[in-house]
């Protein structure tokens, strides 16, 4: 107990000292540059003490608990014995498929109640009257992500390059860029960077280091990051392509419609 005081404790004294030039440059400029006093003083303050102790919280939990977890529900899945190999037997991809399906279900759920896609989801329906739904641009962005990070860990397993996937995916995202709705793009680009934050990247940076160094022949130095990449890249592609299919659904109803019409 002591010892998780003390942890706490130096958290917290990191955390203050990184928030603290944020708070002085937002005072800087409200005092000096729009010589304006502070708003809501109190609440103000309130509001930064809870964010500290959130930050601090919040971080003490990933070193608890998160990177543990990934780290090692990564090596159990990899294990000989739950592969059922023997130790130090040369393995096929195939037989790392738990693996794959965990992946992409940690990588669906945890996009799910990403906080930052939740509220880029809500700001979507609000903007376009309705016409997106922030559960489906939740669901959409979420399998986005599951499919990158299966496949991410199908290339840690096999050991080929990050670059050629990193290189086909942003060819397709720009061929999906000249073709999609213009008003799906920025949407799409911005559903690609709020996957990468506070909920997903701990477990995600967990499972890749822990599934590098529990696969033979693997480095997690060279292997074991590049998932976040994938969880930022797949997404945009998923949303594109939902942006095209409701497009073309709709020019074929249209059609269809002005066909009756006839």
Do not use: C
Request: charged share 10%; aromatic share 12%.
């Amino acid at each position: 107990m002591i010892d998780f005081i003390i942890d706490f404790l130096l958290v917290l004294f990191y955390t203050l000292k990184d928030v603290l030039p944020i708070l002085m440059l937002i005072i800087f400029f409200q005092l000096v540059v729009l010589k304006q006093p502070i708003p809501h003083l109190k609440k103000v303050i309130l509001g930064g003490v809870y964010v500290v102790l959130g930050l601090a919280l919040f971080l003490i939990g990933l070193e608890k608990g998160l990177f543990p977890v990934g780290r090692i529900m990564a090596t159990q899945l990899s294990d000989p014995a739950f592969v059922g190999t023997t130790e130090g037997e040369l393995l096929h991809w195939w037989s790392y498929y738990w693996i794959y399906i965990f992946a992409a279900m940690i990588g669906f759920s945890t996009t799910i109640a990403e906080p930052s896609l939740i509220a880029v989801a809500i700001k979507a329906g609000e903007v376009s009257a309705g016409t997106i739904s922030p559960l489906g641009l939740r669901i959409t962005v979420a399998l986005g992500v599951a499919f990158a990070l299966a496949l991410g860990t199908f290339r840690i397993v096999t050991g080929t390059p990050l670059f050629i996937y990193i290189m086909v995916g942003y060819i397709v995202v720009i061929i999906q860029t000249i073709f999609a709705p213009k008003k799906f793009i920025a949407l799409a680009y911005d559903s690609g960077g709020v996957t990468t934050s506070t909920v997903t990247v701990p477990l995600v940076a967990a499972l890749g280091l822990g599934l590098s160094s529990a696969v033979p022949g693997r480095n997690p130095a060279i292997d074991g990051f590049g998932l976040i990449a994938f969880a930022s890249l797949f997404p945009i592609i998923t949303v594109l392509g939902y942006a095209q299919f409701m497009d073309l659904k709709t020019r074929l109803l249209k059609i269809k419609t002005e066909k009756d019409a006839i």
